[in-house]
């Protein structure tokens, strides 16, 4: 049963444009929602979270949307850069413990 | 701020044989680390929570006695895969709860377990 999902493997965009990852969860019982970005073989990097509570959260390039009703939150990344390249991952907490989506590997072309 | 880390990064075990991975939180102190694993291709798949100076609590369908935890300090975790099989071959990651940081979970450089 997949709690957490990202329905893109992968998504490509052109350097300067906007990415936009999408992340789907069926527990409404989830307090908080995190983007972690991954290269092969290296743990997580914490990119943004956002409480359940809220609807968007904004850090420099990167902002999360939380539409609750929809049981959707995505991240996007403006503007995108070559090095921003990975895969990432949405998590979502319950009682603490992280459940993560399968990932979505963005490429960004020069 | 917000460093883990841990050791080794890196190693091949022939079956049977046990193997200890470490993971340290070096800035700051947590109470809870988490183990994770993850297959090729595949997502993070938690293991066990890890809570200093009690007993871990383990995911469904994790063997407790093939998977040791032990947090022996606020800054230690160890996993120790025993008598390893080469479908424990995988990519162990540890993470660590920094309280003072809205409870956010930071990841190690994980630990790729090669059983021959």
């Known amino acids: 049963d997949q709690q957490v999902k990202q329905n893109s493997p992968s998504l490509s965009v052109q350097e300067g444009r906007i990415s936009i990852l999408n992340c789907d969860y069926t527990?409404?019982?989830?307090?908080?929602f995190l983007w972690y970005k991954k290269y092969p073989a290296e743990g997580p990097t914490f990119l943004i979270s956002i409480s359940s509570i809220k609807d968007k959260n904004e850090d420099g390039r990167f902002t999360v949307f939380l539409n609750k009703s929809a049981k959707h939150l995505s991240l996007h990344i403006v503007p995108s850069q070559p090095g921003d390249s990975a895969v990432y991952f949405c998590?979502?907490?319950?009682?603490?413990?992280?459940?993560f989506g399968q990932g979505t590997i963005l490429t960004v072309h020069p | 701020g917000a460093v883990v880390s841990q050791h080794p990064s890196r190693v091949i075990c022939k079956s049977g044989t046990s193997v200890k991975i470490e993971c340290r939180s070096l800035d700051f102190q947590a109470t809870t680390m988490f183990w994770y694993r993850q297959f090729p291709k595949q997502s993070l798949m938690l293991m066990a929570t890890?809570?200093?100076?009690?007993?871990?609590?383990?995911e469904q369908g994790v063997e407790k006695d093939k998977f040791l935890i032990n947090h022996a300090s606020l800054t230690l975790s160890t996993l120790t895969v025993t008598s390893a099989h080469p479908e424990d071959s995988s990519f162990y990651i540890c993470s660590a709860r920094d309280n003072r940081r809205g409870e956010t979970q930071y990841f190690g450089p994980g630990t790729r377990l090669l059983v021959l």
């Open positions: 998590a979502a907490r319950r009682y603490g413990k992280l459940t």
């Open positions: 527990n409404s019982m989830f307090d908080y």
């Open positions: 890890s809570n200093e100076g009690s007993k871990a609590t383990y």
